[in-house]
């Protein structure tokens, strides 16, 4: 009987995570109400209900985080909810929270955001250097905000710039996009010395053709040797 019981049980709980997330996937407050009270420790429920109940958002994303200190994303959503209302030093402890248990992208880039609306410039440019040294596939948002506080390419590049390759051809992007050809013509060399001839040739020919294009053949030939002396062409 005691082995019958246990299997019984066995089988409402695994029917019952089963069903709770049949009603996550349905995505409505109503099937998102049910799998809470189905499974009421589930924090991915907690954090999608947040998104479609905005009226009981910050106490959703509370329970979501009591429910699981580690969610960074819970902690940043409620860090942001919380700066909309006002509680600036709350925000930044739930911010420098998240950081403490997710070292990835997404807390350094929200926390450099946070001084930049707090108009606090060395914080802000503090996270965004460790937010470029753990670079995401999009860094174009990161760059723009730091346009924003130094229009100057130079100094943007000593404040964020780092030798991972990633970056190096993502902020060229960047300078191309905004059509800063004195900068392009400086940093290009850096992406001779830290990039992949394979991966990377092709992307330092358009820059020298950008070069050639704005009147500034010097530059166009002095990026082209680096790469001659690299061997990334003959």
């Excluded at 009987?1 to 029917?15: D, E, R, T």
């Excluded at 009981?56 to 985080?65: D, F, R």
């Excluded at 346009?147 to 991972?164: M, Y």
């Excluded at 392009?184 to 040739?201: K, M, T």
């Amino acid at each position: 009987i005691a082995v019958a019981s246990v299997c019984c049980l066995g089988i409402w709980f695994s029917w019952r995570a089963a069903h709770a997330d049949s009603l996550f996937r349905d995505d409505s407050v109503d099937s998102l109400r049910a799998a809470i009270r189905l499974v009421p420790d589930g924090w991915k429920y907690y954090m999608r209900m947040a998104q479609l109940d905005r009226e009981h958002a910050h106490g959703l994303l509370e329970t979501a985080l009591k429910l699981d200190r580690f969610n960074a994303q819970a902690a940043i959503e409620l860090a942001l909810q919380d700066e909309s209302e006002g509680n600036y030093g709350k925000s930044e402890k739930l911010l420098l929270g998240a950081f403490a248990v997710d070292r990835t992208y997404l807390p350094r880039w929200s926390l450099a955001n946070f001084y930049f609306r707090r108009d606090n410039l060395p914080a802000f440019w503090m996270w965004a250097r460790k937010a470029a040294e753990m670079p995401s596939e999009d860094m174009g948002p990161l760059f723009e905000l730091c346009w924003h506080v130094t229009p100057n390419a130079g100094e943007l590049a000593k404040a964020v710039l780092t030798d991972d390759r990633a970056v190096v051809r993502q902020y060229l992007s960047f300078l191309m996009d905004k059509n800063q050809m004195d900068a392009l013509a400086s940093v290009a060399p850096r992406l001779v010395r830290v990039g992949n001839p394979e991966e990377d040739r092709a992307f330092l020919l358009g820059a020298i053709n950008r070069l050639v294009a704005a009147n500034d053949g010097v530059s166009a030939e002095a990026v082209w040797k680096s790469m001659v002396q690299q061997g990334w062409v003959t």
